[in-house]
């Protein structure tokens, strides 16, 4: 039975959504959240979705879209989402030769897409097209109920004995210079994050958008350590509409601050709220080499799942 591959619309939300949750079901979205990434990306990064249709029903969808935190006008990454009903048909392949057509006039020099290591049929999907692992990110979860705070009683008077503050995004209100502060902060913590493309900086106007005014952020979970009025490090929580867990955004610390306890001070604080608040699970990803960050979260109690494999197809030198 051969399908028919057309143009995303916005009509088609609530579908395309459906199939991600019934593939990713523990990693739920929603129309809501769809939308906003949709229309709240970077101005020059191209993107662009389909749909797959048999029978007059929408069963995959896929895209080709641009990373403004890795930009680089000639590389892409690629997502093909099939609805588990309807793989091993052909028509993940079907929507891979459209992404191929449609990509052809920007003379790509490479595609990037990932897959997690236990989804067997994905990884053989990506190898059987000459896609080459790069990168493994582990994803790690902590049990909220289960997590004991109190080795780490004192570890805040410590931050305070070197005149370092956890301060929320909610209690810097009153800082006129915040929302500058932080797109500053991220910018440069983001050039230490390890990726297999080199770092480019965003606009305040992406960052302000996407990040501070984004529907999932949770203001009292966005942590900033702070001495003197100098933004240091941050750590930020992040919500989701369709689920009660919650998932870590950007943890750093600037370089002259590292190796003190300012990042493991944020996550304690992280957690404080998530047990608070009646978050039961807190997920988390960290490239597979970076062990400052892994040991963080081993000491803590995450509990590492399958990894997430970054694939490259490089298609011009």
Sequence with gaps: MTCTIREFSPDDYP?????????????????????????????????????????????????YAQNPWIYHPRKFSIGITVHPDQQGQGIGS??????????????????????????????????????????????????VATFDPSPYAGLEAKMRAQAIEIKTLKELEADP???????????????????????????????????????????????????????LGTSALWGSKASDELYTGLTGVRRPYRRKGVALALKIRGIAYAKAHGHPLIKTWNEANNRPMLSINERLGFVKQPAWISFVKVLQA
């Design 15 to 63: 579908v395309v959504n459906e199939i991600s949750n019934a593939v990713y079901p523990e990693y739920p979205g929603t129309v809501e959240e769809l939308r906003f990434n949709d229309e709240h990306h970077d101005p020059k990064c191209k993107w662009r979705r389909w749909v797959a249709e048999r029978q007059g029903q929408v069963v995959a969808h896929g895209h």
């Design 94 to 143: 079907a929507l891979y030769e459209r992404l191929l057509m449609a990509l052809e006039p920007f003379d790509p020099l490479a595609l990037r897409t990932h897959a997690r290591e236990d989804m067997a049929r994905g990884v053989r999907f990506l190898t059987e097209r000459s896609f080459q692992e790069k990168m493994r990110d582990w994803e790690s979860r902590l049990d």
């Design 177 to 231: 210079k915040r929302d500058r502060k932080l797109y500053e902060l991220e910018c440069e913590l983001g050039q230490d994050v390890p990726d297999l493309d080199e770092p480019t900086q965003v606009s305040y106007d992406y960052f302000a958008e996407h990040t501070l005014h984004n529907p999932n952020l949770l203001p009292e979970a966005y942590l900033v350590a702070v001495r003197q009025g100098e933004y």
